[in-house]
């Protein structure tokens, strides 16, 4: 037995309460190195030698892993447990204290006590929703009036300070485009008083930007969107602010005597606002930029305030944060305290590109923009540096990296505001569809960036950030059509958010899983591929896609066209999914 | 290579920030696998391929695992990294991704800001101290006039319900016998009202038991504990209160109409207060003990304010905090910031009796009672069921699991009120004056439970809550001479808490380890044993506990003595540690 690769720790992601009686443990070995896996349980109160076991499930496997798991019931929400680890060849038990070779009667792992101020509660309102990234000056503009000097003409290439005349009203106008596609959220980058087209630099947290509009009209599309059922989340940047932020002007002016000199970190006074500035910024002296001391409490309080007062204002639903992995920890779990006693289901979503793990313990964030889920992506659509089962395997490392309570609000996207867009990076236009079949099918809060939808191009900031071509002419109305079925077909099924996810064939560029009841096989190839397919429900079915009708029989196969995908629903579920939809 | 073996997460225990511009990391790889790890790194916003690089220090190792460590300097306090791993026969390279057979371009590990709200600051106090801890009732009388009814003769042995009159004027009273002892910290079980001896069944946080004396006894006890240098610990038990405790009378008297009802768990009303109780209570149904609802915001308040008052009514130094494990994070990292913000350098450490890093993250404890270190002492010194090496290993693994800044304030303890007396587990007093050898040379904050300085017996509760001897005849003295010279050493060496310990011997019954520039060795067999030394530096030397004097030439060993330890210091360090403590 390998045991130096099973591992276990009564922590997250390895051991965390889902609902108030139920404890989920995960255990990863070796791949193919243990036959199975029995947990022994008890209350931890209780004397010992008379456990509950249960066999656990062999759930996923990444190529280097086997993740066996199990779901463990306690009446006292009281937990003690060992694991027993069978091969072929021998049995060993793992504890707390290491691994031995007979029942031990001590060092059991603990998971003390279920409490229910720590069970993860997730907004109940984000399962089955896709949300929207909207650029808001490049979407639509609704009101003239209040564009900003020197606009360029709609549609003409944008440079870096390129402005458009986009606004809060355009969006407002537009809600029925998103409303009719099945979209169920909208975030909008920053819209707050700002001289920049991006507006990250923000000048006045509490006043919308004039180019955007007014208070009023964010209210207004608050308001209209959730007429429409559609959820409003704005940008929150409280790393950095703009040059001619309020605070940071006064210490340009007062220097050492500005009572905000502490709310940021300058090297030298006088401060020098230019190339190779003397304080700290965003990144290395992006000196428009100058980072915020959120260590400091009158900081830290501004930005909690403004957290709450657009939730309390304007009725927002949640925050993105920028660069949110650059702030402290302790700021963030007073944020999530703040904004969840304003609004108790307001979601919370950090940008952080990496790893996080350490913002999703529950005490800060709900979610994080899934980047290395869109890096697995990239690598087998657009740059086809991995086969399906590296994919799978890069896939399944990454959901088996979090708990269960994050996987439906994990932020999947093809690209962003700050990357190329998925259809360029992909070249060829069937490729850049099978992602976003991909998206829409797996479990998650899947994110359409505005515009890829109908296919628009764009290479890295600020290309891939083009104004929306309203003529339908230009549209790819097939590609819209592809994500309004599959972006209603998750409203109708919220479960296909959860992550009951179960591969089924991954070999050459052929992909094909299970999500709940739906069947999804994607050929990423340009040859026509036969999919054997097993463990997949029999009866009759329908490709959501194609319309195409399957008889599923006992033992059976899938024919695929180059570069297709079917999304099969049973025509039991068919059933049920039109008639919410209708 | 042993690919499946190797692990870095960017999270606690495998990476964190010491300091403001230094980042510890930590890679897992199988023992023996790898022969060398280099840690590739640099700012995160620079260009790729510039990257500065580290040779990794195989720190340690624990029989199924070595341990990589780097320490990287950051300027930015912004950190990307990977490894390149070697072994013999190949050359991989590690990151966030995955393994990768040539240099990566992406997928670098991040530690995105080292946030200085994050650090993790323990009070700079609790190196090179050593805590002691008392239960009032039993260490001495210092007023017979607040004697509770029924008080048994001193000395006699105790049972579950007896009382003996101990108390906090007691306590003072032999400041002067810590004091001289060399104890830093004393940390008393509850003291504030309540039936019990123990006092675990709090009816009033807010008062002294009258038993024990007063607020007035406790300030004197804490004023001339601060003159002598030594902090004062309370027992803060908010995981339950006792049955006569105001709020839950109130619920026994009006039930469903009482305004504490949600103060606690109550099945079924009226309340039934005994056997089989119908409301929820530490473990299972000790009636007398109900179980606080934390979650709910009033009792959360109520014990919040009972933490900061009695810091500021009495000055005491910190808590430790009864059943830890079974309260709700959410609470502990609510408490801390309001202790800390009563008094910065506070010492909060938690009862987890097992793996405790939930617990250890910098926003919750400091400390814990370090239970599972315990086990691994009396494996080695009691039991007898590992050797040498499997302790070191055990010891390793432990050390390990943590992040450094933990290390210093860890709670090591050979025993409690809640368990058998070292010297009763040991059998051999020799073996317990060699585990009393190893707490006090090793890294972490040494406890030492009242009375086994002198040799104290006791089997489990209540026989390990005898009354203190203070008949100084029935000492062991040489053994409380031992106690003292160790405990005076540590505090004229506050480096040994950090943890800086290598082992240099580690086969049969014989341990030898250096920290920092001690040189330990524990001869825990019946034979006369010849330790060869290797990496100890050379130079003339003195061995603490015999007096002997050393002279170390390049190739040596040591002679050691059935049952017995030498603790080895260079005469160069000797002078400063005399100088120091006259």
Redesign the interface.
């Known amino acids: 037995m390998?045991?130096?690769?099973v591992?276990h720790?009564?922590?997250?992601p390895m051991a965390w309460p889902i609902g108030e009686n139920e404890l989920r443990v995960v255990l990863k070995a070796?791949?193919d190195d243990l036959s199975g896996v029995n947990v022994y349980y008890g209350?931890r109160?209780?004397p010992l030698g008379k456990d509950d076991r249960l066999r656990m499930d062999k759930e996923a496997s990444d190529g280097?892993?086997d993740y066996f798991t199990a779901r463990i019931h306690t009446e006292?929400r009281?937990v003690r447990y060992i694991f027993r680890l069978r091969s072929d060849k021998e049995i060993v038990w793992y504890t707390?204290?290491?691994f031995k070779n007979s029942r031990p009667r001590?060092?059991?792992?603990?998971y003390?006590?279920i409490?229910?101020?720590?069970i993860i509660k997730e907004p109940s309102w984000i399962r089955g929703r896709t949300m929207y990234q909207i650029f808001p000056d490049r979407f639509h503009n609704g009101n003239t009036g209040n564009d900003p000097k020197g606009c360029l003409k709609w549609g003409v290439p944008p440079k870096a300070d390129s402005f458009f005349g986009g606004d809060l009203k355009g969006i407002t106008d537009k809600l029925d485009y998103l409303s009719h596609l099945g979209i169920g959220i909208i975030y909008m980058t920053p819209i707050f008083r700002s001289p920049s087209n991006h507006k990250y630099d923000t000048i006045d947290y509490y006043d919308i930007d004039p180019a955007f509009g007014s208070k009023k009209d964010l209210k207004m599309l608050v308001c209209e969107a959730h007429a429409r059922d559609i959820k409003v989340i704005l940008d929150g940047v409280f790393n950095h602010c703009g040059k001619d932020f309020f605070a940071f002007r006064d210490v340009v002016d007062k220097g050492e005597k500005s009572k905000y000199k502490d709310w940021f970190n300058i090297y030298k006074f006088p401060v020098y606002v230019g190339e190779n500035p003397n304080y700290e910024t965003f990144?290395?002296g992006i000196w428009t930029m100058p980072k915020l001391m959120?260590?400091n409490p009158e900081v830290r309080e501004y930005l909690l305030d403004v957290g709450e007062y657009w939730i309390r204002e304007a009725d927002i639903d949640g925050w993105r944060l920028d660069v949110a992995?650059?702030?402290?920890?302790?700021?963030w779990?007073e944020f999530r305290k703040r904004i969840k006693a304003v609004k108790s289901d307001a979601f919370i979503i950090g940008e952080?590109?990496?790893?996080s793990?350490?913002w999703l313990r529950g005490?800060q964030f709900d979610s994080v923009m899934n980047y290395?889920w869109r890096?697995?992506v990239l690598d087998f659509f657009a740059r086809g540096n991995i086969d399906a089962e590296g994919f799978d395997?890069?896939l399944t490392?990454l959901r088996m990296s979090y708990h269960t309570d994050i996987w439906p609000g994990l932020l999947n996207l093809l690209g962003s505001h700050d990357t190329p867009r998925i259809k360029t990076l992909c070249g060829d236009a069937r490729k850049s569809a099978l992602a976003a079949v991909f998206m829409l099918t797996y479990h998650g809060l899947p994110m359409v960036y505005y515009g890829d939808e109908i296919g628009i191009k764009g290479k890295g900031d600020p290309d891939c950030r083009r104004t929306f071509p309203w003529d339908e002419r230009v549209w790819d109305n097939e590609l819209r059509g592809l994500y309004e079925k599959l972006i209603k077909l998750r409203r109708t099924c919220p479960e296909m958010s959860d992550g009951n996810i179960k591969t089924k064939y991954a070999k050459g560029n052929v992909y094909a899983y299970t999500n709940s009841d739906i069947f999804i096989v994607i050929n990423n190839s340009g040859e026509r591929m036969s999919v054997p397919l097993v463990g997949v429900e029999v009866g009759l079915s329908t490709d959501i896609i194609s319309g195409r009708k399957y008889m599923f029989e006992e033992k059976r196969s899938i024919e695929t066209e180059p570069y297709s995908a079917a999304v099969i629903v049973q025509d039991k579920h068919l059933g049920r999914m039109i008639h919410q939809h209708a």
Not at 9 to 12: E, F, L, Q, S
Not at 106 to 110: E, H, I, N
Not at 325 to 331: C, Y
Request: glycine share 4%.
């Open positions: 390998n045991l130096a690769c591992c720790r009564a922590a997250m070796c791949k209350d109160y209780a280097l892993f006292t009281r707390e204290e290491g001590s060092g059991y792992f603990q003390p006590y409490c229910l101020a720590d990144a290395n959120t260590q992995n650059e702030i402290d920890h302790a700021f779990r952080v590109w990496h790893d793990l350490e005490d290395p890096e697995a395997n890069r490392r």
